[in-house]
């Protein structure tokens, strides 16, 4: 089955400063790359995602890009804002979403 | 309705006892999705529906563990004979039409047994 890793597993930045996390893959058939924020208390919520005819994809703030030959694919949050602070989520999916271990940003004031 | 549901939002049960959580999804969803987020931990895959297809239940962690949907809609999720290590955030999510079309999650119910 299909095997996530996700690196850091937290990380500070200074607000207005940009944020970046990583994620491997194992199997070669996934073809979607879904990025999931979680905040306390509530369900992880989409904020962007990529399929494999793609190799990045930018929405306001949020990027993300995908390396199909060497299976990994990054989350780029620039500028970032308080509100940013939360635990994310990368995804990768044949049939069903396998998750990584989740990375929390902490956004420093 | 507008998101999916789930209920209870919070469970507290004595171990051995059997507990139900239910999963109300966005209509029209015709894919359903039950997964584990044990205490700082990522999410579990433990459940999947498709359609009028048989449930992919790959992920259940043992016999204690069943679940259901009803008429391809509302699906509960059963635990017999709970035990301690069964406390968790159980989070059902649905999708338009599988995978490919994103998943919305529920608020999840938190299980604690004690």
């Known amino acids: 089955g299909e095997n996530v890793e996700q690196h850091p597993s937290t990380l500070s930045v200074q607000e207005g400063d940009s944020a970046v996390i990583k994620c491997t893959y194992s199997?070669?058939?996934?073809?979607?790359f879904p990025w999931y924020k979680q905040e306390l208390g509530k369900g992880p919520q989409l904020i962007i995602d990529?399929?494999?005819?793609?190799g990045e994809k930018k929405d306001q703030r949020i990027a993300v890009t995908l390396n199909k030959t060497a299976k990994h694919f990054s989350l780029h949050i620039t500028e970032t804002q308080p509100e940013d602070s939360a635990v994310y989520f990368c995804?990768?999916?044949?049939?069903?979403?396998?998750f990584g271990t989740g990375t929390r940003l902490t956004i420093i004031p | 309705g507008a998101g999916v549901s789930q209920s209870p939002s919070n469970k507290v049960t004595e171990k051995g006892k059997d507990v139900e959580l239910r999963c109300d999804p966005i209509?029209?969803?015709?894919?359903l999705y039950w997964y584990r987020q044990s205490l700082g931990q990522g999410l579990e895959f433990l459940i999947y529906?498709?359609?009028?297809?048989?449930?992919?239940k790959s992920g259940l962690p043992s016999d204690r563990f069943s679940a259901e949907r009803t008429g391809g809609s509302v699906s509960t999720l059963t635990i017999q004979r709970t035990q301690q290590e069964d406390s968790a955030v159980y989070l059902c999510?649905?999708?338009?039409?599988?995978?490919?079309?994103?998943?919305?999650f529920g608020s999840g119910t938190r299980l604690t047994v004690v």
């Open positions: 529906f498709q359609g009028n297809s048989a449930p992919d």
């Open positions: 995804a990768a999916s044949d049939e069903k979403l396998t």
């Open positions: 990529i399929r494999s005819n793609v």
């Open positions: 199997d070669s058939a996934s073809n979607y």
């Open positions: 209509s029209g969803h015709t894919a």
């Open positions: 999510a649905s999708s338009l039409a599988g995978h490919l079309y994103g998943y919305t």
